[in-house]
């Protein structure tokens, strides 16, 4: 499955109406969660983090605005941290070590990733997949960290509008882990074999707090 061969098929196609469109995107979200769902079955020693705090309300977000009439157009571009080195307590209450030899064997996997809000499960309403990750590297956060650095494009005007007004600020990535236990720092993440997505969180709650998104 190529992320960044989607993304060209859909940029391709962006002409399209919004009806074509909203097919488009759910054909590929499709394609893309039954890909995950066999690649979990096939790695029943892998579990799924997703790093962000729980929260009381979660909002409906629409996908709307084709192109943008608001002082910007779609997609917009995006970049940030999606994680750092450290121990970091996801949404299943577990502290989980990340090295940063881990993270940086993991770090081109994002590449190609849904960008969804606030972590959306699979089969959840199309307007919760906004966009994708077009490139992601090992690089420093920027309080110097080790950290999986990250581009991508969002297509919804409503998200885009809120980062480009840094109404949302904080992401969170959703990875594969194989774990073990360590004396010295309990759950440790041994290896990350594939992201599931990444979301932007419309309460700024990230488990991992310099996990951050911003307009190019």
Partial sequence: FSGSEEIEKFLKYASFSGEVKKEFLSAMAERRNEKLKLFAEKLPNFKVH?????IDVVQQEKLIGWPSDKGFKLPLKITGTAITEGPWRGMSGEWVYYPA???????????GCQVRVDHADDGSPLNKVIGWVTKSWFGKAKNGKNAIKYKGLIFDHEMAEKVINKKIRKVSVSPFVRESVEPNK?????????????????????????????AV
């Fill in 50 to 54: 997703k790093y962000a705090l729980d």
């Fill in 186 to 214: 309990g759950l440790v993440a041994n290896d990350i074999k594939a992201f599931e997505e990444i979301s932007i969180l419309s309460e700024n709650n990230p488990a991992c707090r310099d996990a951050d998104v911003a």
């Fill in 101 to 111: 030899a881990v993270i940086k064997r993991a770090a081109g996997l994002l590449t």
